[in-house]
């Protein structure tokens, strides 16, 4: 089908030599526009290949004369993120507690930085919402009731020594004694007193028992929960009128609270190294969320 192109006239572009049913392709030359480009994508892949991160090595790839990396290029984002936003971190250490709601800018800061501190540090335990984990041991943090009290200060010393937890020696501290297992109490003065922390929820209970629970409660159980059973922040010790349960507020549950007493454990944050201005805007932002006071 091919054969070789003799007979071409001058000015006419040379061919290639090749015919198809009396087509011949052409040999243009390349447009000298298009061509130069070419080269200098060649050279410039050079230069970039010597420059940047470029070939694939068996664990990363050649890392280039500049030093250039991703990573580094977000870390020194970051950086200057975060110098950025220092002098509102030092306003927020430097302004005493009780006026930062004074100052709607600063209060917003602190309540989104708080809001990112709680996400990272806090949702496992209390809940992505701050809602607790029913019958786990970690309050709700949306409510009102509060075991060791919910002004800024209150909430700022529980964040910054934690409760019950041996690395901080300022950490909140109190210890409810197991009175089942200790043989403080029988089984049967566990179940009347249990009878009776029922009846402060008015929940079904067995009116026989009540009044021995009653008086088991205002030898053993007062001195914490104070008399009328409404708790005391002085030791954590929870309001048990309120129906707002830490364990649980059903017979079985508060069976074994009594009998082997709870040991609710918080870190201290400081001692995990989280800086003052961390602790107050996540306290600000556990404040803001509605149970502040
Ligand atoms: C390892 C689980 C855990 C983590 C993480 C945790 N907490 Fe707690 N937190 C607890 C427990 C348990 C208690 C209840 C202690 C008790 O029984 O008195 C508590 C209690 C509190 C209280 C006291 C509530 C009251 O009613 O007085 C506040 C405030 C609090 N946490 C805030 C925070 C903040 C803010 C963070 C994150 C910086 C955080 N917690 C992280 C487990 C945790
Ligand atoms: C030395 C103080 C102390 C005494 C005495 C004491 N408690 Fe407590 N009680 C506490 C503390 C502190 C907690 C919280 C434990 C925790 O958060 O892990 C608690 C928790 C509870 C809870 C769990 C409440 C909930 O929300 O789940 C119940 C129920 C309870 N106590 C009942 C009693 C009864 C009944 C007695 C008497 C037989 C008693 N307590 C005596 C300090 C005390």
Request: overall charge negative; hydrophobic content about 40%; aromatic content about 10%.
């Amino acid at each position: 089908m091919s054969a070789k192109q003799t007979n071409r006239k001058p000015g006419e572009v040379e061919t290639t030599g090749h015919v198809w049913d009396g087509i011949e392709e052409l040999n243009n030359p390349l447009p000298k526009w298009w061509l130069y480009i070419f080269y200098i994508t060649i050279v410039f892949s050079i230069v970039y290949a010597i420059l940047y991160p470029a070939w694939p090595m068996l664990t990363r790839a050649t890392p280039g004369l500049l030093g250039y990396s991703t990573r580094g290029a977000l870390a020194a984002e970051m950086e200057r993120f975060d110098a950025q936003q220092q002098p509102m971190r030092d306003k927020l250490v430097a302004t005493p507690l009780d006026q930062v709601q004074n100052d709607p800018e600063l209060l917003q800061f602190a309540q989104d930085a708080g809001a990112a501190v709680f996400r990272t540090n806090c949702a496992q335990c209390h809940g992505s919402g701050a809602a607790g984990v029913q019958a786990g041991g970690f309050p709700n943090l949306l409510d009102d009731d509060w075991l060791w009290g919910g002004t800024l200060d209150d909430i700022v010393t529980t964040v910054t020594h934690g409760v019950r937890n041996t690395d901080d020696p300022d950490a909140r501290y109190s210890q409810m004694p197991a009175f089942g297992k200790d043989g403080l109490l029988t089984p049967e003065q566990v179940g009347a007193v249990v009878q009776y922390v029922m009846s402060f929820s008015n929940a079904a209970t067995d009116p026989g028992l009540v009044d021995e629970g009653k008086q088991i409660f205002a030898d053993n159980c007062a001195a914490c929960h104070g008399e009328d059973g409404k708790g005391d922040r002085a030791q954590g010790a929870p309001n048990l009128t309120d129906a707002i349960w830490l364990y649980g507020g059903d017979q079985a549950t508060l069976t074994n609270t009594v009998t082997n007493a709870r040991f609710g454990v918080m870190p201290s944050w400081s001692m995990r190294g989280m800086s003052e201005s961390d602790i107050r805007a996540v306290a600000l932002y556990v404040h803001g969320l509605g149970g502040g006071e």
